[in-house]
């Protein structure tokens, strides 16, 4: 069978390829089907409508799948629409659709939606379009029949996970996204999930919609055949794993670190993990192998807040954990800060800000600042979108976070060293939470002096005051006028900034979209 697998035009622009294309690709091409690979959205090679749809018809596949994510969403299904109308079957999938089945049928966007884990679905998709199968027979498949919306039994998980083959990344130039043809140009672009499932219960968060809660994890060995297999096949370098908690074995994660080393392969190479799970020894292994950054969903350092999204643990266990970091001197961290929950006042900020600030001052951290998102599916979103106005908030395209960005025709000075805290130029901080005049004015003074200790602890004193100056004097200019704030700056040679900018560059050039789009999204 021909398939064709489309990150569609209208998504979110890609900083990376998506993992789950790379994994449904080597799927099918290990059962000997032909597959195309279209990301519409790489930044140095998007198509538009009539370009993906010339491509389509040019390949001629047996079925087209897509990706369907939260971003964009309005627009992609009035695209989705439109692709039916080419007469080749459309069978979408991916975490908005994980998520609400029945909606992608009743928008009319697909004749099939795949929900769940593909890499089995797939291939019984397969069977189906080759007359092998009925649609009924399939786990993890809504559709249409009789007008009547039909919702399959969701499929079970994949319980081995070692069994599924390697993603295939073959048809994702690194060029395409980072401009280079350096496999090593982008920090994130080698992305590993050793484990799937995450046994927490945050309550801001929807990834266990896909993956459960129920933790399963391939073996050491397999993981570092698939390490090596990269370094053998494109020289890479640089690996991040995207695990939600890959620390959940500990005596497995030693033992990765054991076979690294031995190995004699030199990696830089980046966990996510939750705060509590690091000790001393764990620290130590990570050190032995070459880690360069651990990045921590610590999300708030304040009491109440961590209760009420269960993260489950204290600002107490927070200080203690940092103090194991100061004493192992432990390169680089990175964690997240959401602000802005409907019972958070400017007490709670404050006591953050004071938190962040007793940061031991040995720690060189990246952060970041984000307002909560109340993504379908999750806890937050079901106990507040009646009370505050925001139901089915995704179907409403100004109330989605992408159209509340501002759009920035020349980028502004501060953005060479803001993007990341999202919080200070988003549109009324997203809008879902009716935020007051006053709630607005503690988010941005928050972030501002977070911002402020982020930058101190990267710059020498001199820099550290004209980037907080230039910064703060940007931001206020273009607030006023754009076309002001680029007039004043343009006296300042364009190479000083973006010298200073490549300081911190190297690490968050495409780290903060990760950091917010694993935080808070599917």
């Given at each position: ?175 395409n996204y980072t401009g280079s043809d350096d496999v090593n140009s982008n920090p994130i672009f080698w992305s590993i999930f050793s484990g799937r499932g995450c046994p927490h219960n945050c309550s801001f968060c929807a990834s266990s919609y896909v993956f459960g809660r129920r933790v399963r994890l391939r073996t050491a060995k397999n993981v570092f ?298």
């Amino acid at each position: 069978m021909k398939v064709l697998l489309l990150n569609p035009p209208t998504a979110a622009v890609s900083s990376e390829p998506l993992l789950n294309i790379a994994y449904l690709t080597a799927v099918l091409r290990k059962e000997g089907h032909i597959v195309k690979i279209l990301d519409a959205t790489a930044p140095y090679k998007s198509f538009n409508a009539k370009e993906v749809d010339e491509q389509i018809q040019d390949f001629k596949p047996d079925f087209t799948g897509v990706t369907l994510t939260i971003q964009h969403l309005t627009d992609t299904y009035e695209y989705l629409r439109k692709l039916r109308g080419n007469g080749i079957p459309l069978v979408v999938g991916g975490p908005h659709a994980t998520a609400l089945p029945e909606e992608v049928i009743r928008q009319d966007a697909a004749d099939i939606v795949a929900f769940g884990e593909g890499e089995v679905t797939i291939l019984e998709l397969v069977d189906y379009f080759n007359g092998k199968k009925k649609l009924g027979e399939i786990n993890g498949l809504c559709f249409k029949k009789d007008g009547e919306i039909i919702t399959n039994t969701k499929r079970e998980l994949i319980p081995d996970i070692n069994t599924i083959p390697f993603p295939d990344f073959d048809d994702f130039p690194i060029r395409n996204y980072t401009g280079s043809d350096d496999v090593n140009s982008n920090p994130i672009f080698w992305s590993i999930f050793s484990g799937r499932g995450c046994p927490h219960n945050c309550s801001f968060c929807a990834s266990s919609y896909v993956f459960g809660r129920r933790v399963r994890l391939r073996t050491a060995k397999n993981v570092f055949e698939e390490v090596q297999s990269l370094v053998n096949k494109y020289g890479v370098k640089i690996i991040t794993f995207q695990d939600d908690e890959i620390l959940c074995n500990k005596k497995r994660f030693y033992e990765f670190c054991d076979i690294i080393r031995d190995s004699g392969l030199k990696l830089k190479w980046s966990i996510r993990t939750r705060i509590d799970s690091i000790d001393d020894q764990t620290l130590r292994k990570c050190l032995d192998t070459g880690m360069s950054r651990i990045s921590f969903g610590i999300e708030s350092t304040n009491d109440e807040t961590l209760t009420k999204v269960r993260k489950g643990y204290t600002v107490g266990k927070v200080r203690e954990q940092f103090k194991i970091i100061e004493k192992a001197k432990f390169p680089y961290i990175s964690f997240n800060n959401i602000i802005g929950f409907p019972w958070e006042r400017e007490e709670h900020l404050k006591k953050s800000l004071e938190e962040i600030r007793n940061i031991p001052k040995s720690i060189n951290f990246f952060t970041v600042a984000v307002t909560p998102i109340p993504f379908p599916r999750t806890d937050l979103y079901e106990e507040f979108h009646k009370e505050y106005g925001f139901t089915d908030w995704w179907l409403k395209p100004e109330m989605h976070p992408a159209r509340t960005t501002e759009k920035f025709k020349t980028k502004p000075v501060f953005m060479l060293f803001l993007s990341q805290f999202y919080a200070i130029y988003a549109k009324d901080k997203c809008g879902y939470w009716n935020y007051s005049k006053e709630t607005v004015r503690i988010i941005d003074e928050f972030c501002w002096n977070v911002f402020y200790e982020f930058i101190s602890r990267h710059y020498n004193f001199p820099q550290y005051i004209f980037i907080k100056t230039a910064t703060f004097l940007s931001y206020k200019l273009w607030k006023i006028s754009p076309s002001l704030e680029k007039a004043v700056f343009s006296i300042i040679p364009k190479g000083f900034l973006r010298n200073l900018q490549e300081v911190i560059n190297f690490r968050t050039k495409y780290e903060y979209e990760h950091e917010m789009e694993c935080s808070q999204d599917n």
